[in-house]
């Protein structure tokens, strides 16, 4: 297996392991309704996601170095920029979907004053799951459309 399929493994499974954690503790977290604590919390989860990945591509380069194929580029690029692609629709879809959400209310006279103290923090977790989605759809994308070998 290549470096740079090996390095999306890796990303897929800390990404779904660790963001899925904080964000079942955000969802725990809001219907408690204290939200005092999620910044700790979300700078946790993206320096655990940093570690591991830097600490486990780390590891997989150092014990496989001596077996390390060379990537064949104009597949494997062709490959990820097709993911990249889809996922960076994906991200536009996602966050004019929620602009859209966030306008409707005006279409009913009314407006986002006098809104909760747990809005901002939904909104800001709703933006952070819609990256670490689409970061997830692009490692997934990339390893099934790079070529076999």
């Given at each position: 297996m290549?470096?740079?399929k090996v390095h999306l493994w890796i990303s897929l499974i800390v990404g779904v392991v660790v963001w899925g954690g904080y964000f079942a503790h955000v969802i725990q977290t809001l219907r408690g309704g204290d939200t005092g604590g999620l910044a700790l919390w979300f700078f946790g989860a993206l320096a655990l996601v940093v570690g591991l990945?830097?600490?486990a591509t780390g590891v997989i380069t150092w014990l496989f170095r001596r077996r390390?194929?060379?990537?064949?580029?104009?597949p494997t690029l062709q490959?990820?920029?097709q993911a990249s692609h889809v996922?960076?629709?994906l991200l536009i879809v996602m966050?004019?979907?929620l602009a859209g959400l966030l306008a409707l209310p005006a279409l009913f006279g009314t407006n986002l004053i006098g809104m909760s103290s747990a809005v901002p923090v939904i909104?800001?977790?709703v933006l952070l799951a819609m990256v670490v989605v689409t970061e997830l759809v692009r490692a997934a994308f990339t390893l099934m459309l790079m070529p076999r070998r």
């Open positions: 290549s470096h740079r990945e830097a600490l390390a194929r060379v990537l064949d580029d104009g490959a990820a920029l996922a960076l629709m966050v004019l979907a909104a800001a977790n």
